[in-house]
Structure formats: structure tokens, C-alpha cells
């Protein structure tokens, strides 16, 4: 059905602008029209359905970059993903893309799931069988023999191997590919100050998934790996935690040289910098104090890194239904401003995915994916997690807090 919104305010993220006093007309998917409230004309729209809000603002719909939406979120998370069958693992996958629509995601990138549990869910919202985002998934991660996340990624030695499993998971329905290139905190017996792969083997798969039209998003915790990932020009930087090597005196390894060219060559970054915060949230004892870690992030915006919004959703305390989390550290933490933390969240991570003429900003002829929130998140980042109504596709799938499919 057809509808005409009527809000207070309306974030647009693309022109970083506050419009207020305005209507959005919805026509099927697409957001038709935006106009000042006195050019309305009620004869005109008597048949569309009218969303009336006060003390409401209506941004685009958030975009998470970075879940796993077979794993728990649990504390025993690691021993769910290994020990649960497929069936659970499906079933856990639906009510996890359940809960990011119903708090305001309308877009998501799955960056590491099982392929015969994500590719199954993404048939099942595009064919509305189940309520979910849209759902960007890269299957399988690719990673070595007993390397992070090998239970549920394609274990890949060689180049030879690692290239054979970029053509599988493009043939199998992927749209980015993941490459596991340092270990990770998440899989024990992995070094999360070394690399897994090579330079060269990172850069001959980049080369081959470009040639199959996929990005590649490389996990990297190593300052090594971010090194490599970085003169290989892999298209998405994930965490960037610039950790030294084993037996340094510093814990962290920042190199602004390297992180330049990551801002020169235009290489988003996936900083997941609400795990922590989630964790401390949620009575979690961290191993060290987050600070510099945020010190380092907010270098690397001043000089022009584009981050987008990955949470690491399904990882220990970080739920599905958390996305408002994320612009809240980025203010919090960071302190760079509500407005350039929304934009994160919308316009640049759809950029990122290379979907910015579709979603991501509130623009006539784009795709109707939008979120009201009560509250003016301009002002007050914490009220995004106010999300009452949403708009996916132009269906109105929630609606003054009750779910309407």
C-alpha cells in the first residue's frame, strides 16, 4: 500500500541536513516524494495510508556491515557454532535477522555464516517466507586449516586453494567475499598478532573475486595483516585494531603511514568498536583498557578513513536487535558528532556496498527503507534506540512499536 509520512524532523545523511515540517510520500518501494507540509494536498493521497508522529524523527533505515547470524551471542557462542546442527543453526538464524529488522535494520551484511544456513535464510526473506533485512551475505569465510573461525569457514592453504574457494562461494550465491587474515580473538590456539596469509596470496584474491564482480573484506587484528590487506587494496578493512607483534612493549602497533594510504586509496574500515562497550555493558571484565583503542580510531577519522557500521553481531554480547550501539560509541567514545555517526550508519556503509543509489539516505527515487524514531537523534544519539516504526521496501513492517508482519 501507498503512504504519506508526516514527521517533525527528517535526517538526511547524504546531504548531512535536518529538513523539518516535511512529507514523505512511500509509492511501492520508493520513496516518491519529499515536501514542505503546507504543499500538501489531502485530495490528492486519499487513498494512501497516512503515518502521523509527534516528537518523531525519520532517518534511513541502519545498515549493519558485520554479523554472523548463526552464532549465539551468547558466552558459549564458540561452542554452539561447532556443537549445534544445521537445523538449529537455520532456526537461530531466523530470529536473529527477526530481531535487526524489527530494530530498525533494513539492510545487512553477513560476513562469516555457514552456506547452508545463510544462503537458505536469504531466499527466505527475498521470498517473504520470514521477516528479515536484506540480506548481503559472503557465505562461507575463507581461512586456513584451524585458523580463526575455521568450524564454520572453508579452510584454505594454499593460493590455488583460496582461489578455488572464492569461485565455490561466488557459484553458490555469495556477494563479498571474507578472507580471514590474521587470527582472532573469537578461536582459541590463533594469533591475533600474526598473519594467516601472505601478501601475495591476499592480492592474487582480490584480483580473482574482482574479476567475478565481489569485494573483499579481510579480518585483520595484526598491524602485519593490515600491511598486507592494505598493499593488496582489498576493498574493506575489518576491526584494524593495529595490534603489534607478540613480545612488543605497546599492545598496539598504529602506523600513520599505513593508515594514509588507507584513507588515500579509499579503503572503508569496519572498526566493530561497540564489542567492547557492549561487554563492559553487560559485566564483562576486559583484558585492557578500551581508551587507546578509541584514540587510535578517532586518528584515523580526523585524516579521512571512511568507517561504516559493522557490530560483529552474534559474537559474545553483541545481539542482533544492538545496531544503535554502534553510533553511540562512535559519539560517545570517539566524539565525532551524532550526524557524522548516523552517516556511518547509513549513507557510507551503503556506499561501501556499493548500493548508495538505492539506500542509505532519505532521496526521492530511492528505495523506501526508513526508521522513526521518537526523540531527535541530531541532537541525542542515544535515540536511535527509539526506533518505533519501519519502513522496509516500502512495507511497513512496524508500526508505533507493534510489529505488523
Not at 209 to 216: F, N, P, T
Not at 311 to 321: R, T
Request: glycine share 6%; charged share 20%.
Amino acid at each position: 500500500m501507498n503512504s504519506v509520512i508526516f514527521v517533525d524532523k527528517i535526517i538526511d545523511p547524504k546531504n548531512e541536513s535536518v529538513i523539518k515540517n516535511h512529507f514523505v510520500v512511500i509509492e511501492k518501494d520508493e520513496i516518491v516524494k519529499i515536501s514542505p507540509n503546507e504543499s500538501y494536498n489531502d485530495a490528492q493521497y486519499s487513498s494512501y495510508e497516512k503515518i502521523k508522529t509527534s516528537n518523531s524523527t525519520l532517518l534511513p533505515g541502519f545498515i549493519e556491515m558485520h554479523s554472523h547470524i548463526h552464532v549465539s551471542s551468547q558466552e558459549n557462542a564458540y561452542y554452539d557454532s561447532i556443537n549445534d546442527s544445521d537445523e538449529t543453526l537455520i532456526i537461530r538464524g531466523t530470529k536473529a535477522v527477526g530481531d535487526a529488522l524489527f530494530s530498525g535494520v533494513t539492510t545487512m551484511r553477513d560476513l562469516g555464516s555457514k552456506n547452508n544456513v545463510i544462503f537458505p535464510i536469504k531466499k527466505a526473506i527475498d521470498s517473504h517466507i520470514i521477516p528479515g533485512p536484506n540480506l548481503v551475505p559472503s557465505g562461507s569465510p575463507i581461512t586456513t586449516t584451524g585458523g580463526h573461525c575455521n568450524m564454520f569457514g572453508m579452510e584454505s592453504d594454499t593460493t590455488e586453494e583460496v582461489v578455488h574457494s572464492i569461485k565455490y562461494l561466488a557459484n553458490s550465491g555469495a556477494q563479498w567475499i571474507k578472507i580471514i587474515a590474521t587470527g582472532g580473538n573469537f578461536t582459541p590456539s590463533t594469533n591475533i598478532h600474526e598473519p594467516q596469509y601472505s601478501q601475495e596470496t591476499i592480492e592474487i584474491a582480490v584480483e580473482e573475486a574482482h574479476k567475478l564482480g565481489l569485494k573483499v573484506a579481510t579480518h585483520c587484528h595484526a598491524t602485519k595483516g593490515i600491511i598486507a590487506c592494505t598493499n593488496a587494496h582489498v576493498d574493506n578493512l575489518i576491526h584494524c585494531s593495529w595490534i603489534g607483534p607478540e613480545n612488543s612493549d605497546d599492545f598496539y602497533d598504529y602506523q600513520p603511514e599505513i593508515a594514509n594510504r588507507i584513507a588515500n586509496d579509499g579503503i572503508f574500515v569496519d572498526p566493530t568498536l561497540a564489542l567492547s562497550y557492549l561487554s563492559q555493558l553487560r559485566g564483562k571484565t576486559l583484558k585492557r583498557d578500551p581508551s587507546k583503542r578509541y584514540e587510535i580510531l578517532r586518528q584515523m577519522w580526523d585524516i579521512g578513513i571512511k568507517f561504516v557500521s559493522g557490530m560483529d553481531s552474534g559474537m559474545v554480547n553483541a545481539h542482533f536487535d544492538d545496531f544503535a550501539y554502534i553510533p553511540e560509541v562512535m559519539v560517545k567514545k570517539m566524539g565525532i558528532s551524532c550526524l557524522d555517526a548516523i552517516k556511518v550508519s547509513t549513507i557510507t556503509s551503503a556506499e561501501c556496498l556499493g548500493l548508495d543509489d538505492k539506500i542509505g539516505s532519505v532521496s526521492e527515487g530511492k528505495k523506501a527503507d526508513l526508521v522513526i524514531v521518537k526523540g531527535d537523534p541530531s541532537k541525542t544519539i542515544e535515540d536511535l534506540h527509539n526506533v518505533h516504526t519501519i519502513f522496509k521496501s516500502g512495507k511497513l513492517v512496524k508500526l508505533n512499536n507493534e510489529k505488523m508482519i
